[in-house]
């Protein structure tokens, strides 16, 4: 069927709200979604917060890749991946995936599909800011690249 | 892991932005959701509303029945299941599930677990409301059960 592919890799803060709306549509009944949210460990290690840098364009064509497989596999309307670039506190959005499809075994299954693929082809890189890290962070409130 | 049931059958419209908040947790780094929409066709005829209407005592009792199931199969934290009554316009929402974890998969397939058991065994009735039907709701545009 018909459908956009609503893409963005972006430093601002993401809304699960705007998304859904971007992917309503009155010939789909299903919205299925995924949030990746930065959690407060790692390895049993306390995680303050989780920075992600990318170089943009080739993000955002990779991402555009798996929604093209996704309208190969699955009856599905619009698609929306949203990536937030930066550092990303404990229990906000790094990643938003919507996906609206008439019915909601392929929304379900799409959607999964892309997380999986999204974390194994698209250049997006991530490093967890530990509690036991670096000082300067926590001097300044800035979490910055942990050093390996 | 502990967690939480959000569990509710209501008249009131349903809030995507709401429930995500209330599943969110810092020792989750994923949250999945299935939203279930009111789509303009059913059977190739034209659909103006659904309306759906349940006991609710017995809608949730049968829903914490399911949330229990997903606790035994999958490593998950907080769990909400909402499910609107009444009229649901197109493009508006009669169920909303959203399953929070530490990691993608349990919420990825616990919200389909959820969303299959409740479609098979949660006593909702749901009513389409053809365009080319009963004449009374298209004068006071209210829906009312189509008569078969």
Redesign the interface.
Known sequence: MEGKDFIKVTPDPL???EI?KMV??????????????????FDDKEVVCLEYEAYIPMAEKQIQIICRDVRTKWNVENIAVFHRLGVVP??ESSVIIAV?A?H?HP??ES??YC?DTLKTTVPIWKKEMFADGEGTWKENKECQWRKT
């Open positions: 809304s699960v709200e859904t309503t549509s009155p010939t789909s009944g299903a919205i299925s979604l995924f949030i990746g949210t930065t959690r407060n460990n404990v229990t609206s008439p909601r929304s379900l959607v999964q997380i």
